[in-house]
């Protein structure tokens, strides 16, 4: 079994709940998405920069007394303590234009989903909540979308035709089975995957474009030549990452669905790997096998988990079988809470 194989049986009816996300036109989901947007998260996500991340700011606002353990030391205004002979920092206003640059997963592995929605979808509503939320007057996004097809690229716009415009290319990227070909099929019949971009790709064309400060949002589910041994070397976007990090504010959204952490007992099914199409055929009913999948499931999102953490960025985890726009409200409010935070609190969270 790949890595990223997963069932090739059709995923199990959802209740009868009105036409779902992925049963709507492509404009009625992006107006669907809108409203869910600001409707849901807009009331509880209150001041004037609804981000998903609490910025520092970049603007001088005057100086305040230096409280230990609170304030970090790179932020000392040496000159205001020089003259007091007390300990100053530097007070800054949040930045007033912001510049949202996206990097958005919409390869082959995000073609699944076992919930309302596949993760591919769930990856679309997650760049319209950051798009709506982040967007205000002199406010620019722009984009990276790994299609099969090949790289996307939006450049940084401001306006709600731009973010709609953005949506709606996102909803209709071709799909896996769109652009498969028998001439073009290996030896299992899938197509190739050669001019599909990776995400370093994605994030090393991301860093040549965005120069000014700002904020990174990638929304992947990080499966993209993640090493089989989880003591391995890093996958080859880590290092991409890190160095976005840097310069920017970096939020990793992580896709995944329930499917892909437990292999449930249904007799016989057969897997395949969407990126290469290789099939094989397990006996779901041994409770080992289903034991074995759930701890190398477990041992992969830990290992994802750890390569964002020691690269830099926020991690958010959004899964296809609850609802988003809640565990959009519990990160933010989370990251609120850890920004105002004395710094020995902060340091005791993983």
């Known amino acids: 079994m790949t890595?990223?194989?997963?069932?090739?049986?059709?995923?199990?009816?959802?209740?009868?709940?009105g036409p779902g996300l992925a049963d709507l036109a492509p404009d009625q989901r992006v107006r669907r998405l809108e409203l869910t947007v600001?409707?849901?998260?807009?009331?509880?996500?209150?001041g004037r920069y609804r981000g998903l991340l609490p910025g520092p700011g970049s603007e001088a606002a005057g100086s305040r007394e230096y409280r230990p353990g609170e304030d970090e030391v790179r932020?000392?205004?040496?000159?205001?303590?020089?003259r007091t002979t007390v300990p100053h920092?530097?007070?800054?206003?949040?930045?007033?234009?912001?510049t949202t640059w996206m990097v958005v997963d919409a390869s082959a592995s995000m073609e699944y989903g076992t919930a309302e929605v596949d993760k591919r979808e769930l990856a679309v509503a997650a760049v319209a909540c950051v798009g709506f939320l982040t967007a205000g007057v002199g406010n620019r996004l722009g984009a990276q979308v790994l299609a099969p097809d090949g790289l996307r690229r939006f450049p940084a716009r401001s306006g709600r035709t731009h973010l709609l415009g953005l949506l709606r290319a996102l909803l209709g990227a071709p799909r896996t089975d769109d652009r498969r070909d028998p001439r073009a099929?290996?030896?299992?019949g899938g197509a190739r995957a050669d001019a599909a971009p990776g995400l370093a790709d994605g994030l090393d064309g991301l860093?040549?474009?965005?120069?000014?400060r700002g904020l990174v949002v990638v929304v992947s589910d990080f499966l993209d030549e993640l090493p089989d041994d989880p003591d391995g070397?890093?996958?080859?976007?880590?290092?991409?990452?890190?160095?976005?990090?840097?310069?920017?504010?970096?939020?990793?959204?992580?896709?995944?669905?329930?499917?892909?952490?437990?292999?449930?007992?249904?007799?016989?099914?057969?897997?395949v790997d969407p990126e290469s199409g290789r099939h094989r055929e397990v006996w779901t009913g041994d409770p080992a096998l289903r034991e074995r999948y759930a701890r190398a499931a477990a041992d992969q999102r830990d290992q994802v988990r750890r390569t964002l953490r020691r690269a830099g960025a926020t991690h958010l985890e959004l899964r296809t079988d609850r609802d988003w726009c809640a565990d959009v409200v519990r990160h933010v409010h989370e990251q609120r809470r850890l920004a105002t935070a004395p710094a020995g609190a902060r340091g005791g969270v993983a």
């Not at 932020?75 to 020089?82: E, F, G, H, K, S």
């Open 233 to 271: 070397p890093p996958p080859p976007w880590a290092a991409a990452l890190r160095r976005l990090a840097v310069r920017h504010q970096v939020l990793a959204v992580e896709v995944t669905d329930p499917r892909e952490l437990e292999l449930p007992d249904v007799g016989l099914i057969t897997l």
């Open 185 to 188: 099929a290996g030896p299992a």
């Open 3 to 17: 890595r990223r194989a997963v069932p090739a049986t059709p995923a199990p009816a959802r209740p009868d709940l």
């Open 207 to 212: 860093h040549r474009v965005a120069t000014g």
């Open 89 to 98: 920092v530097r007070e800054v206003d949040a930045d007033r234009e912001l």
């Open 38 to 46: 600001t409707r849901r998260l807009d009331g509880l996500l209150h």
């Open 75 to 82: 932020r000392m205004d040496w000159a205001v303590t020089a």
